[in-house]
Nanobody, 119 residues
Framework: QVQLVESGGGLVQPGGSLRLSCAAS????????LGWYRQAPGKQRELVAV???????NYADFVKGRFTISRDNAKNTVYLQMNSLKPEDTAVYYC?????????????WGQGTQVAVSS
């Protein structure tokens, strides 16, 4: 079983920054995908940013130029640096790690960390 523990959420004013961290209980080299999703009240969970390879990243259009995903393989940790935060970024942010097997996929999720952007 894989455990993912997020940290770094909180309340921030519009235009501010936060850095989320996600520590994995196993080496992150074993995952085919590693990244962040978010879910706002009344909305579906959506992709924010993800590593689809050791260095290959994919970002949602609404965070391009503002958020940066990074990883520290030695610490088995993935980060999400969020700058120029907007009220619409308010959501619970979830860390996700996935392994793929042909057409199959196993997803692991963290417990989520709340991000609130408000003045």
């Amino acid at each position: 079983q894989v455990q993912l523990v997020e940290s770094g959420g909180g309340l921030v004013q519009p235009g501010g920054s936060l850095r989320l961290s996600c520590a994995a209980s196993r080496t992150i080299f074993t995952f085919n995908a590693l990244g962040w999703y978010r879910q706002a009240p009344g909305k579906q969970r959506e992709l924010v940013a993800v590593f689809t390879g050791a260095r290959t990243t994919n970002y949602a259009d609404f965070v391009k130029g503002r958020f940066t995903i990074s990883r520290d393989n030695a610490k088995n940790t993935v980060y999400l640096q969020m700058n120029s935060l907007k009220p619409e970024d308010t959501a619970v942010y979830y860390c996700n790690a996935a392994r793929t097997y042909g057409l199959g996929r196993t997803d692991y999720w963290g417990q989520g960390t709340q991000v609130a952007v408000s003045s």
